[in-house]
């Protein structure tokens, strides 16, 4: 039997045509010869596709039939409406196709660049640099209990009349000078009083607990432009070992320290500071700390109780940080940082006679 015969009968069997004595002829055939059997099921696998597909068209023409009825009807309808009626609907359809577009797009574009392919791996770099982040943030209440606050304090009984003595430097000529969030925090005024007994006004105009910064302001009308700052802030990280000192107010007349750098993280292992060995007492919080070229790698911060010597440091880069991070609308003017230092050629005698005039002693009240 050749290929074309055995068809026909399938057809007639599949479809239903044959007697019995024909169907149990036929099937016993197929049971017989396994290439029959194949060919078969293939031929019925075949017919169920072109059923499939022919009630498939059948449904299509059918809705085509069906949406030229209704927009006929809709076209003689939309004939009576008034012009701003149909400029509407262009309108609404013409949005909502440039909306379907722009989505479309977007999602194309996000496709293409991978953004749905890296969700994963940008949700575990998330986790990373929280990690990493954390592992370098300070729990305040450890830190306080753990370090001292190197900030001189009188109390009395009345908390309104608690005084602060700390250490502030100046950042730019115009005013801005940096200190300790913890010398200013739940302040009700602040004065600034300089090397020669002149003391001024100023605000809080930026505040960083994290990082332990408050940016200062001096808005008093007494107080003139600076003349040009003699050091300047060192960007990158300094090296263990590098000769370092610090002027500072742990009393009422300017102290002298020096040291070096024994650490490049500061408490807990905190990328943001140093440790240094150099001594510190209260009131030295908020001091510069300076390399032997008169350049700001620091910001004294604390020490740690028990340990002579200990002392930490914000460093420069992060001060550089806060500083970008203040609003516009905070500022008083631009605080440009001055990069010319006329302190690296000098004596350490002649350094400090020539930045004294840039350190202040802060008064908290």
Not at 123 to 140: G, I, W
Not at 216 to 227: A, E, G, P, R
Not at 260 to 278: E, K, P, R, V
Not at 322 to 328: F, R, Y
Request: hydrophobic residues 35%; proline residues 2%.
């Amino acid at each position: 039997m050749n290929q074309f015969d055995f068809l026909e009968l399938a057809d007639r069997y599949l479809k239903g045509e044959m007697d019995a004595e024909e169907k149990f002829s036929f099937e016993a055939l197929c049971d017989s010869n396994p290439e029959y059997a194949s060919q078969l099921s293939q031929h019925k696998e075949f017919l169920d596709k072109m059923k499939e597909t022919s009630n498939r068209l059948i449904f299509k023409s059918t809705v085509e039939q069906v949406s030229n009825a209704y927009h006929t009807e809709v076209k003689i309808s939309r004939e009576k409406e008034s012009g701003i009626v149909v400029l509407w609907r262009k309108l609404r359809l013409n949005a909502g196709v440039a909306a379907a577009v722009a989505v479309i797009s977007a999602f194309s574009t996000l496709l293409f660049t991978g953004y749905f392919t890296n969700i994963k791996k940008a949700t575990t770099d998330y986790s990373a640099l929280r990690r990493e982040m954390n592992s370098v943030k300070r729990n305040v209440n450890a830190h306080n209990a753990v370090i001292n606050n190197i900030n001189s304090q009188s109390k009395n009984n009345n908390a309104s009349a608690m005084h602060y003595g700390a250490t502030g430097f100046v950042v730019s000529k115009e005013g801005y000078v940096v200190t300790n969030y913890h010398v200013v925090n739940g302040a009700d005024s602040i004065h600034l009083q300089n090397n020669k007994g002149i003391a001024y006004k100023a605000e809080v105009i930026y505040t960083d607990a994290e990082k332990d910064l408050a940016i200062l302001f001096i808005n008093d009308t007494t107080f003139k432009s600076l003349k040009s700052i003699p050091y300047t802030f060192k960007k990158q990280d300094s090296d263990i070992g590098e000769d370092i000192f610090t002027l500072g107010f742990p009393r009422d007349e300017a102290v002298y320290g020096q040291g070096y750098l024994s650490s490049a993280t500061g408490y807990g292992g905190d990328t943001t500071a140093y440790q240094i060995s150099i001594p510190v007492n209260p009131g030295n919080s908020g001091g510069p700390v300076l390399d032997h070229q008169g350049n700001i790698i620091g910001i004294i911060s604390g020490k740690q109780k028990g340990l002579d010597g200990a002392a930490f440091a914000i460093k420069t880069s992060a001060l550089i940080s806060t500083l970008n991070k203040i609003p516009a609308d905070a500022l008083k003017g631009n605080i440009i940082l001055n990069n010319r230092n006329s302190l690296s050629n000098l004596s350490r005698t002649d350094q400090i006679k020539k930045m004294q005039d840039f350190v202040y002693i802060v008064k908290v009240f």
